[in-house]
């Protein structure tokens, strides 16, 4: 089995981290930091909005069970691409819509699925496409968030389960049959 690697930045890491999941052929989603020029920054130094680092993940699937395209189009499904810099309450450069391509193939999947998916969205998609840089791995209490601590938390509780909700509903066929909201 073939694996491959896609990082993508769309807000706070605890609610894009939950959406893909539950996608089948994803074998593992990090929390994490990139597009930053301070090396290996705490969640802290992130927060503060001066290190450039986005909260990201890093998803770890089988190309043969869930395309890199379709992991774009649930993607920009999930979160919206059209706010800059910020992802409702969560503003900042370090909650930008981004992807960090592994690959020219990546790139060019990345910009057809900006294209693909502008005609959904009432304004212009901002989501950049960077380098992919350093990958930092957040602080371990931030992995597998909303399987634990987030399902407590006000802030998870109000954005997770809508993301989940549209994933369920436009992408059924590519969601785990065991995933619960």
């Given at each position: 089995?073939?694996?491959?690697?896609?990082?993508?930045?769309?807000?706070?890491?605890?609610?894009?981290?939950?959406?893909?999941?539950?996608?089948?052929?994803v074998e593992?989603?990090?929390?994490?930091?990139?597009?930053?020029?301070?090396?290996?920054?705490?969640?802290?130094?992130?927060?503060?909005?001066?290190?450039?680092?986005?909260?990201?993940?890093?998803?770890?699937?089988?190309?043969?069970?869930?395309?890199?395209?379709?992991l774009?189009?649930?993607?920009?499904?999930?979160?919206?691409?059209?706010?800059?810099?910020?992802?409702?309450?969560?503003?900042?450069?370090?909650?930008?819509?981004?992807?960090?391509?592994?690959?020219?193939?990546?790139?060019?999947?990345?910009?057809?699925?900006?294209?693909?998916?502008?005609?959904?969205?009432?304004?212009?998609?901002?989501?950049?496409?960077?380098?992919?840089?350093?990958?930092?791995?957040?602080?371990?209490?931030?992995?597998?968030?909303?399987?634990?601590?987030?399902?407590?938390?006000?802030?998870?509780?109000?954005?997770?389960?809508?993301?989940?909700?549209?994933?369920?509903?436009?992408?059924?066929?590519?969601?785990?049959?065991?995933?619960?909201a």
């Amino acid at each position: 089995m073939a694996i491959e690697q896609a990082t993508l930045a769309g807000g706070c890491f605890w609610c894009t981290e939950a959406v893909f999941k539950d996608v089948i052929g994803v074998e593992k989603v990090e929390s994490g930091y990139t597009g930053g020029t301070v090396p290996s920054p705490t969640y802290k130094q992130v927060c503060g909005g001066d290190t450039g680092h986005a909260e990201a993940i890093r998803i770890t699937y089988d190309p043969t069970q869930v395309s890199y395209d379709d992991l774009l189009d649930m993607f920009f499904a999930t979160h919206d691409p059209t706010q800059l810099n910020r992802q409702g309450n969560d503003i900042g450069t370090q909650y930008r819509s981004a992807i960090f391509p592994h690959s020219p193939g990546q790139e060019a999947a990345a910009r057809s699925a900006i294209a693909r998916a502008q005609p959904d969205w009432p304004a212009p998609i901002v989501t950049t496409i960077e380098p992919l840089g350093d990958w930092y791995p957040a602080e371990d209490y931030h992995q597998d968030y909303w399987e634990g601590e987030g399902q407590r938390n006000p802030y998870c509780l109000a954005i997770i389960p809508p993301k989940l909700q549209k994933l369920r509903k436009s992408f059924a066929a590519r969601v785990k049959a065991d995933a619960t909201a």
